[in-house]
């Protein structure tokens, strides 16, 4: 089993930063491709950033030059730097990876989200 552990949302002023955590745990061979993702209330949600295991990222247009997604693979964890909010970042945040859980199976994972308030 893979857990998903993320850490660092919160409440903040427009134009303040945050930075989010994400910790996978468990039984498995290697984290490959981890992200970001987003949901507001009474919309879809949607990607925010994505990193691959030898450090390719991208970023929605949306975050781009606001946000930076980076990760440290010894410690199997993601991080997202988050500049500049704006209210219109508010949201719940969810770290997704995939797993490589043996060398045979792979899976995609989520955790439980983190709530970012950004106040204008």
């Known amino acids: 089993q893979v857990q998903l552990v993320e850490s660092g949302g919160g409440l903040v002023q427009a134009g303040g930063s945050l930075r989010l955590s994400c910790a996978a745990s468990g039984s498995f061979a290697s984290i490959l491709n981890m992200g970001w993702y987003r949901q507001a209330p009474g919309k879809q949600r949607e990607s925010v950033a994505a990193i691959t295991r030898g450090g390719s990222t991208n970023y929605a247009d949306s975050v781009k030059g606001r946000f930076t997604i980076s990760r440290d693979n010894a410690k199997n964890t993601v991080y997202l730097q988050m500049n500049s909010l704006k209210p219109e970042d508010t949201a719940v945040y969810y770290c997704?990876?995939?797993?490589?859980?043996?060398?045979?199976?792979?899976?995609?994972?989520w955790g439980q989200g983190t709530q970012v308030t950004v106040s204008s």
């Open positions: 997704n990876a995939g797993v490589s859980i043996t060398t045979m199976k792979e899976g995609a994972y």
